[in-house]
């Protein structure tokens, strides 16, 4: 069993506007709408400081809903469908258990890929 440090904010996934960057961040500015890879402070929360590797561009036409959705749950379809798989257009795919995040998601990447 993990006891993680108290106090601990849980959460990898998040999605927001940057409010301040640090003095070495180039590549992002005050006011840029991001989704969450990570963070080192936990996402669970209404503010959470991340490196910039946690960070990615998050398209003006996602809502933050969707976009602190996207990481964890279509990363791991992703990964199921085509990194271990290798999912093919025209093959069969049984998705077992499609009704959480990763379901849906991979529901949508394998219509995508036909």
Do not use: M
């Not at 904010?9 to 989704?35: C, F, L, M, Q, S």
């Not at 933050?64 to 798989?85: R, V």
Request: with cysteine; hydrophobic share 35%.
């Amino acid at each position: 069993i993990v006891k993680p440090t108290l106090p601990y904010t849980p959460g990898t996934d998040g999605a927001g506007i940057i409010e301040k960057i640090g003095n070495n961040v180039t590549h992002w500015k005050e006011g840029d709408r991001v989704y969450l890879t990570g963070s080192v402070t936990g996402t669970y929360a209404e503010k959470s400081i991340c490196n910039q590797s946690h960070i990615q561009p998050l398209p003006d036409n996602v809502t933050y809903e969707q976009g602190a959705a996207i990481f964890i749950p279509y990363g791991t379809a992703y990964s199921a469908l085509f990194q271990c798989t290798s999912a093919k257009p025209n093959e069969s795919v049984l998705i077992h258990g499609a009704s959480g995040g990763v379901g849906i998601a991979a529901i949508q990447f394998a219509k995508a890929r036909g």
